[in-house]
């Protein structure tokens, strides 16, 4: 069983950065795929970014191409998503998934799964 737990959201004017940090627990993290994920209010949850469990391969939806990077650090079991040139559409609570074995850029194909922390860009 895989306990992730996210850390970083917060409230940020347009433009602004954010790191978000997932800390993840009782497992091998350097076995996993690791994912974030976004849903704002009234919204499906939406794939943002995914790394390969060596980190050499990285995946990202087109909102945020360009704006967002993810990365990892297997010795300290955690992925983040460094979160450049926020708009107020980014606006959205942000959730860190793991994959076992492989990456993926669907929500359903992930094991676990993190509280989510929020993320407000204001105007």
């Known amino acids: 069983q895989v306990q992730l737990v996210e850390s970083g959201g917060g409230l940020v004017q347009a433009g602004g950065s954010l790191r978000l940090s997932c800390a993840a627990s009782?497992?091998?993290?350097?076995?996993?795929?690791m994912g974030w994920f976004r849903q704002a209010p009234g919204k499906e949850r939406e794939f943002v970014a995914a790394?390969?469990?060596?980190?050499?391969?990285?995946y990202y939806a087109d909102p945020v191409k360009g704006r967002f990077a993810i990365s990892r650090n297997n010795a300290k079991n955690t992925v983040y998503l460094q979160m450049n040139s926020l708009k107020p559409e980014d606006t959205a609570v942000y959730y860190c998934?793991?994959?076992?074995?492989?990456?993926?850029?669907?929500?359903?194909?992930?094991?676990?799964w993190g509280q989510g922390t929020q993320v407000t860009v204001s105007s």
């Open positions: 998934a793991a994959v076992f074995g492989r990456v993926a850029t669907v929500h359903h194909d992930y094991d676990y």
């Open positions: 009782g497992g091998t993290f350097s076995s996993y795929g």
């Open positions: 790394i390969s469990w060596t980190g050499r391969s990285t």
